[in-house]
């Protein structure tokens, strides 16, 4: 649950060790503007933007991070719950 997405908002997955991870964000709002940004890879580069959506392919392992917060593209309610699913 997060009180506004004024900030960004990270998942931080330590020894990730797969060749891909995938996941989604779902809030309990369908109209609230929430997405994946961006994503930290072990090497330190960032990629994104994506959407509510993300699959991606690392070439590395070590720490990743899901950046998560608002679109500033889109309207919609920057407040309120959600989930965030990874596989």
């Known amino acids: 649950?997060?009180?506004g997405l004024d900030r960004?908002?990270?998942?931080k997955i330590k020894n990730f060790k797969q060749k891909t991870i995938s996941g989604e964000v779902t809030p309990e709002n369908a109209e609230m503007?929430?997405?994946?940004?961006q994503i930290?890879?072990?090497d330190g580069t960032f990629d994104g933007l994506f959407g509510r959506q993300i699959s991606y392919t690392a070439k590395n392992d070590g720490e990743l991070w899901?950046?998560?917060g608002k679109s500033n593209m889109a309207s919609g309610e920057t407040k309120g719950k959600f989930s965030v699913f990874v596989r």
């Open 33 to 37: 503007n929430i997405r994946f940004n």
């Open 8 to 11: 960004y908002d990270g998942l």
């Open 66 to 68: 899901l950046i998560i």
């Open 40 to 42: 930290k890879l072990p």
């Open 1 to 3: 649950t997060l009180n």
